[in-house]
């Protein structure tokens, strides 16, 4: 049966930041992804950047699809590539605010290097990793952020590798704004991402999401909202449901399937960004060698 398109388009409640020729998703029932990306079009929404200022890339997975999704301008980069493309994006047109929308796997494992060293450099990109702790479009791999012990199609009996805690992984790389959600803090992520946008320099928040067939199937869960209710269970949570600490320190933002998960917002910092230091140090000499003047030495640091 073929959608109606322009009934979907009629209906949507983000028909003028979503592409309705790729509606309906291809996203399986319970992925976290849909909450994640009405989330983020939400929040730079509440912002004052416009539209034709707005980039997004994305890598390859199943969080990919998000970038081709969006009304704005938008890039779908090789596996493991998405913050490459992304700063050279920011760097040829400074003025772009550039989003990179990706998954765990694609950022911190094929390309794991060139976050850390986007984050140290602080260059302004904003990243968003929705962490489902597998590979989900290639078959359920482990992958970095896999907790201990949890079963996927290439740990059968259990993970044995220890994953990233990655708000700590950010924020010693030099990120100026750390943050972890999960898809039922659906508002929060939204304040985040908006938030986050009216900073300079490199961010990043953490979304934990469920994906009831790359990783609720060999762990049994069942559904996304089952995997939301088995997170609640087994990691004891207390209180609001989530532990939620303003400026909680990140080392202890480990996420192991006995003990509670922390989130909330990490780090909120100001320096200056990989361009800030460029202009102020680079630049003028560039100016200088194209006036045909020789630059001045630089100075000698006492």
């Given amino acids: 049966m073929t959608p109606d398109l322009e009934g979907l388009q009629e209906i949507h409640p983000r028909e003028e930041l ?7 998703h291809i996203w399986c029932p319970g992925c976290g992804l849909g909450i994640v990306l009405n989330a983020y079009l939400q929040g730079m929404e509440k912002t004052d950047i416009p539209r034709q200022k707005r ?11 998000a970038a081709g999704m969006t009304k704005q301008d938008s890039y779908h980069t090789t596996h493991g590539r998405p913050i ?13 605010h ?47 952020t896999t907790p201990a012990k949890a079963k996927t199609a290439t740990t059968p009996y259990g ?8 708000p ?11 943050a972890r959600w999960t898809t039922l803090d659906a508002r929060r992520i939204r304040d985040s991402v908006a938030e986050a946008a009216q900073k300079k320099g490199f961010t990043f928040i953490e979304v934990v999401s469920p994906c009831p067939v790359g990783y ?39 996420i192991d399937l006995g003990k ?32 045909g003047e020789k630059p001045a030495a630089p100075a000698v640091m006492e």
């Fill in 216 to 254: 609720g199937r060999p762990n049994r869960i069942g559904s996304g909202l089952d995997e939301m209710k088995f997170y609640e269970e087994k990691w004891e949570l207390r209180g609001d449901n989530w532990i939620i600490q303003e400026g909680a320190n990140p080392k202890e933002a480990d």
């Fill in 260 to 291: 509670a998960i922390v989130v909330g917002k990490f780090v909120d910092i100001e320096k200056p960004t990989f361009l800030d230091l460029y202009r102020a140090q680079v630049a003028p000499l560039d100016a200088q060698r194209r006036n």
């Fill in 84 to 96: 490459a493309f992304a700063t050279g994006l920011k760097l040829g047109n400074p003025d772009l």
């Fill in 98 to 144: 550039v989003t990179v929308f990706s998954g765990d796997g694609d950022l911190f494992a094929i390309g794991g290097n060139h976050f850390i060293h986007a984050a140290r450099r602080n260059v302004d990109l904003k990243v968003i990793c929705i962490n489902n702790f597998n590979y989900g479009m290639t078959g359920g791999q482990a992958g970095p």
């Fill in 18 to 24: 979503l592409r309705a020729d790729v509606l309906p």
């Fill in 159 to 166: 993970n044995y590798e220890h994953p990233f805690n990655l």
């Fill in 55 to 65: 980039a997004i890339v994305s890598g390859i997975g199943c969080s990919g699809r």
């Fill in 168 to 178: 700590w992984l950010a924020a010693t790389c030099g990120a100026v704004y750390v």
